[in-house]
């Protein structure tokens, strides 16, 4: 079920529940703001979701109250990751979904890494 982006942070996400150590997940990616893993319902031979650290909503919210040490800590993982796992030439695509319209489902910020095949038109439909 989508969320409302402009609800406030709810510390039982499922996000947050990995953050703390609560549920496991197959970790691709850490450092001390930053954490990647693969999706548990993958997309596409590569489907990693990067997450900040700190308890952010959604993209609306890491942008507007995010530091500018966190932002620039989440932008530069997400291209580190990228190259990492090889993914540049190929070529690769990165979504953030942003409350009810886009479909997010859970409320704490991620962008998702798809690659390993042609990816299609940018929208369905
Ligand atoms: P979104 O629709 O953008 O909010 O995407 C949420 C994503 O989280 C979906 O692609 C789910 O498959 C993924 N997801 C949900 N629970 C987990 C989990 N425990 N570990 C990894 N990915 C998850």
């Not at 499922?14 to 150590?21: N, P, T």
């Not at 998702?112 to 439909?125: D, K, S, V, Y």
Request: hydrophobic residues 45%.
């Amino acid at each position: 079920m989508p969320i409302d982006a402009t609800r406030p942070y709810d510390e039982s996400n499922i996000f947050a529940r990995i953050l703390r150590g609560e549920l496991p997940c197959s970790k691709v990616y850490e450092d001390e703001h930053v954490l990647a893993f693969n999706d548990i319902r993958p997309l596409a031979p590569t489907h990693v979701l990067v997450i900040p650290k700190g308890a952010y909503v959604s993209w609306d919210d890491f942008s507007a109250r995010g530091s500018d040490e966190e932002i620039a800590a989440f932008v530069r993982a997400v291209g580190r990751i990228a190259r990492e796992q090889g993914l540049v030439a190929p070529g690769y695509r990165l979504l953030a979904n942003i409350g009810e319209a886009a479909g997010q489902e859970v409320p704490h910020l991620h962008v998702h890494i798809f690659a390993g095949r042609g990816l299609g038109p940018m929208l369905a439909g």
